[in-house]
């Protein structure tokens, strides 16, 4: 794919070098980086699976539990969990050591994850020649190829509106594209 004529600076998300991205979707400076941020993501799935595991196999019924099964159930980490229990945040009871007990009842009251909400308002997107701009008018605002401006609104999803001869795209879509610009 050839290469637009626009000049754009971004840092890699995995070292933190500023660089200057081969695409407009480019988030490594190099393979390495890619290679490196792939693996940490792998590795964090494969923890998140076992995690899920270990959780799946804590019966419900089970009325106190233990930190690391706290840790487990609600996603947090084990030094905030003692910290609030030296606070006094969380009762519990120590039968011994390494035999912290919590309570589930008080922690499914105050520890569980909300579902989340979608937004059930989507911006509204008006077609409008004035709220918008023409593929020509575009490549020249940005100086940047007919054709790139095209590929960059398929592959980013912008909804688009053909007026006779004239491909109009929302000027907000647009802005948040090139912004960087």
């Known amino acids: 794919m050839p290469r637009g004529n626009y000049n754009i600076q971004r840092v890699c998300e995995e070292c933190g070098k500023i660089f200057t991205p ?3 979707t480019s988030k490594y400076c190099c393979s390495a980086c890619s290679k490196r941020a792939y693996k ?3 590795i964090a799935k494969e923890k998140e699976v ?3 595991a270990l959780a799946r196999r804590i019966p419900s019924t089970k009325g106190y539990l233990t ?3 706290a840790v487990l159930l609600y996603g947090i980490s084990r030094d905030v969990l003692y910290r609030m229990i030296r606070q006094g945040v969380i009762p519990s009871h120590n039968s011994g050591q390494r035999q912290t007990r919590l309570s589930r009842q008080y922690m499914d009251e105050h520890f569980k994850k909300k579902p989340m909400r979608r937004n059930s308002k989507k911006e509204t997107l008006f077609f409008e020649p004035k709220d918008c ?3 020509g008018q575009i490549a020249k605002k940005f100086h940047i190829n007919e054709g790139t ?3 960059h609104i398929r592959r980013n999803s912008i909804p688009t509106r053909q007026i006779g001869s004239y491909v109009y795209v929302p ?3 647009i802005d948040k594209l ?3 610009l």
């Open 22 to 24: 081969q695409t407009l």
């Open 149 to 151: 401006v095209l590929t």
């Open 133 to 135: 701009y023409t593929i």
């Open 50 to 52: 076992i995690r899920q």
């Open 40 to 42: 940490k993501r792998q």
């Open 67 to 69: 930190v690391k099964e």
């Open 171 to 173: 000027k907000s879509e």
């Open 178 to 180: 090139y912004k960087s």
